[in-house]
């Protein structure tokens, strides 16, 4: 029995296993590719790895995604203030999902959907101001991973919006990363964004591309250019596998986070969001930064969805 097998809810076809934890904010804790036998997503051995460094395992959903500074975010004459959570500094970091209990709505082999607790609806919706539903689908349809999640606003008043997911890709392989055309942010001391750079020399990360994961710390965000194809694809550098993983993440999504904080971390972050860290405090425009509202009685959708080819 894996770890923490009494928290799971398991998907299965000949293409995938993927293990879900409702319990702990509908995190997807395990992705197998089967054919490969190559375990994509790092994992805890227990409750207490988990709780010690609650981002960094499987794939915390993130709502509002990234960093806010000062944990205020402000639209109109309408004032958010978020817990300050951020060890960076004193900004609010990731929202109210990402280790909150989600109930199983319906359930299959191949599917699963999920919604909020009532006590994680209830944080949620007091945190935001407004009375939103969330609903979270994953399902394996032959060789892809679909991720979808669907908020809808059943307010009064509009809300800010931005989504992502925290995916802890594995080292256990030593993947080279090829980025979607884009363009990376220049980031201040406080890891959030200034400006689009000139061009990728001005990041020193993204210098050499494709890049080599295991040569590689950052924590840098990256706005992709190509709208009908943003897609990160991860290749195995071994002469004896042609095993490469491709992460879609369509339109809302158009922005990147990149992390891996030393050397010695055996996991690298590719994290998609709707919009990039602060966006809602950062004077540009919107079609840049991704800062957008949920307006009242409206809704969004976001896909994600994984496939792998080779063996």
Same mark, same amino acid.
């Given at each position: !029995?894996?770890?923490?097998?009494?928290?799971?809810?398991?998907?299965?076809?000949?293409?995938?296993?993927?293990?879900?934890?409702? *319990?702990?904010?509908?995190? %997807?804790?395990?992705?197998?590719?089967?054919?490969?036998?190559?375990?994509?997503?790092?994992?805890?051995?227990?409750?207490?790895?988990?709780?010690?460094? +609650?981002?960094?395992?499987?794939?915390?959903?993130?709502?509002?995604?990234?960093?806010?500074?000062?944990?205020?975010?402000?639209?109109?004459?309408?004032?958010?203030?978020?817990?300050?959570?951020? $060890?960076?500094? +004193? *900004?609010?970091?990731?929202?109210?999902?990402?280790?909150?209990?989600?109930?199983?709505?319906?359930?299959?082999?191949?599917?699963? /959907?999920?919604? $909020?607790?009532?006590?994680?609806? &209830?944080?949620?919706?007091?945190? !935001?101001?407004? $009375?939103?539903? %969330?609903?979270?689908?994953?399902?394996? %349809? &032959? @060789?892809? %991973?679909?991720?979808?999640?669907?908020?809808?606003?059943?307010?009064?008043?509009?809300?800010?919006?931005?989504?992502?997911?925290? /995916?802890?890709?594995?080292?256990?392989? +030593?993947?080279?990363?090829?980025?979607?055309?884009?363009? $990376?942010?220049? !980031?201040?001391? =406080?890891?959030?964004?200034?400006?689009?750079?000139?061009?990728? #020399?001005?990041?020193?990360?993204?210098?050499?591309?494709?890049?080599?994961?295991?040569?590689?710390?950052? =924590?840098?965000?990256?706005?992709?250019?190509?709208?009908?194809? *943003?897609?990160?694809?991860?290749?195995?550098?071994?002469?004896? #596998?042609?095993?490469?993983? @491709?992460?879609?993440? +369509? /339109?809302?999504?158009?922005?990147?986070?990149?992390?891996?904080?030393?050397? &010695?971390?055996?996991?690298?972050?590719?994290?998609?969001?709707?919009?990039?860290?602060?966006?809602?405090?950062?004077?540009?425009?919107?079609?840049?930064?991704? !800062?957008?509202?949920?307006?009242?009685?409206?809704?969004?959708?976001?896909?994600? @969805?994984?496939?792998?080819?080779? *063996?």
């Amino acid at each position: !029995m894996r770890p923490m097998q009494e928290h799971v809810v398991r998907l299965q076809n000949p293409f995938w296993t993927v293990d879900v934890w409702p *319990n702990l904010g509908a995190n %997807i804790g395990r992705i197998l590719h089967r054919p490969s036998g190559q375990e994509l997503l790092r994992w805890p051995e227990n409750l207490t790895s988990l709780s010690r460094e +609650p981002y960094i395992f499987g794939m915390p959903l993130l709502f509002p995604a990234g960093r806010i500074e000062g944990g205020v975010c402000r639209v109109g004459r309408e004032l958010w203030e978020w817990p300050r959570n951020d $060890p960076a500094g +004193p *900004n609010h970091l990731h929202g109210f999902l990402w280790n909150r209990p989600f109930n199983v709505k319906d359930y299959s082999l191949t599917h699963v /959907v999920l919604q $909020p607790a009532k006590i994680t609806e &209830d944080l949620l919706n007091r945190q !935001m101001h407004q $009375p939103l539903e %969330i609903t979270i689908y994953y399902r394996l %349809i &032959d @060789s892809r %991973i679909e991720m979808r999640a669907r908020f809808v606003n059943h307010g009064t008043r509009p809300v800010p919006f931005g989504f992502g997911y925290h /995916v802890n890709i594995s080292l256990k392989t +030593p993947w080279e990363v090829f980025l979607p055309g884009g363009m $990376p942010w220049v !980031m201040g001391k =406080d890891l959030m964004p200034r400006h689009l750079a000139q061009d990728e #020399s001005q990041v020193a990360e993204l210098k050499a591309l494709p890049f080599s994961v295991r040569n590689l710390t950052c =924590d840098l965000c990256y706005l992709s250019c190509t709208e009908d194809d *943003n897609t990160i694809k991860l290749i195995s550098p071994d002469d004896d #596998s042609d095993l490469q993983v @491709s992460i879609s993440a +369509p /339109v809302p999504f158009r922005h990147w986070v990149l992390y891996r904080p030393n050397l &010695d971390a055996d996991f690298f972050s590719i994290e998609p969001y709707t919009w990039v860290h602060n966006a809602p405090n950062l004077a540009m425009d919107p079609r840049i930064t991704g !800062m957008r509202l949920l307006d009242a009685q409206d809704s969004i959708e976001t896909q994600l @969805s994984w496939t792998c080819d080779g *063996n």
